[in-house]
């Protein structure tokens, strides 16, 4: 088991920055992939940023913008956001995946205005 904690969010103009923490407590010696998924009011949950051993990956919408990171001494997963849009509002949840294995944090709220 994992157990995965958010924080960060808040409200931001547009143009803004947050930093998006993600801690990670539990069977954190397993190997999981680690990332952050968003979702907006009325709208599926989608894929934002992945950690990956060949090099990070992102979505379209926020390559350039945003940077996903992780300090393993602290177990802490990070998302740093800037020039932020009103289309960036969502709450966003941490992601541990294992094959046939998903683990999500309660998610925190971005909220950023035009």
């Known amino acids: 088991q994992v157990q995965l904690v958010e924080s960060g969010g808040g409200l931001v103009q547009a143009g803004g920055s947050l930093r998006l923490s993600c801690a990670v407590s539990?069977?954190?010696?397993?190997?999981?992939?680690m990332g952050w998924f968003r979702q907006a009011p009325g709208k599926e949950r989608e894929f934002v940023a992945r950690?990956?051993?060949?090099?990070?990956i992102y979505a379209d919408s926020v390559k350039g913008r945003f940077t996903i990171s992780r300090d393993n001494a602290k177990n802490t997963v990070y998302l740093q956001m800037n020039s932020l849009k009103p289309e960036d509002t969502a709450i966003y949840y941490c992601?541990?995946?294992?094959?046939?294995?998903?683990?999500w944090g309660q998610g925190t709220q971005v909220t950023v205005s035009s």
């Open positions: 950690i990956s051993w060949n090099g990070n």
């Open positions: 992601n541990a995946r294992q094959p046939g294995t998903d683990y």
């Open positions: 539990g069977r954190t010696g397993s190997s999981y992939v």
